[in-house]
């Protein structure tokens, strides 16, 4: 059975570059040719798909959040990361990662992780 889980620091300071990994148990990118996004959510902007990955490391990213952000998978296939610089406090807000491109496709999902900016 796939299950996602996120990490990274709950707190992260002005202008610096909040870094989040999503760990995949159970499988990995590539043999299926999923996607795999990142969503967050804020009581202010509820629910937003941020970017996504496909299974061969193409991205793409919501146009808002293209300078900041960058998602890139390691060796072995198991994990992907968000990079998202120069965050303020609007990026507070709850990360999870997904597996699938776009919200139709979305099956399955982390817990998700708070990350609050402050300092």
């Known amino acids: 059975q796939v299950q996602l889980q996120e990490s990274g620091p709950g707190l992260v300071k002005p202008l610096q570059t909040l870094s989040l990994t999503c760990t995949i148990s159970?499988?990995?990118?590539?043999?299926?040719?999923?996607?795999w996004a990142w969503i967050r959510q804020s009581p202010e902007k509820g629910l937003e798909w941020m970017g996504a990955?496909?299974?061969?490391?193409?991205?793409y990213f919501l146009p808002s959040l293209k300078r900041r952000m960058s998602i890139s998978s390691g060796t072995p296939k198991s994990q992907f990361t968000l990079q998202l610089t120069s965050v303020t406090s609007d990026d507070t807000a709850t990360y999870y990662c997904a597996r699938g491109g776009s919200w139709s496709l979305m099956d399955l999902w982390g817990k998700g992780t708070l990350v609050t900016v402050s300092g």
């Open positions: 159970g499988g990995s990118i590539g043999p299926d040719d999923h996607s």
């Open positions: 990955m496909t299974y061969d490391g193409d991205t």
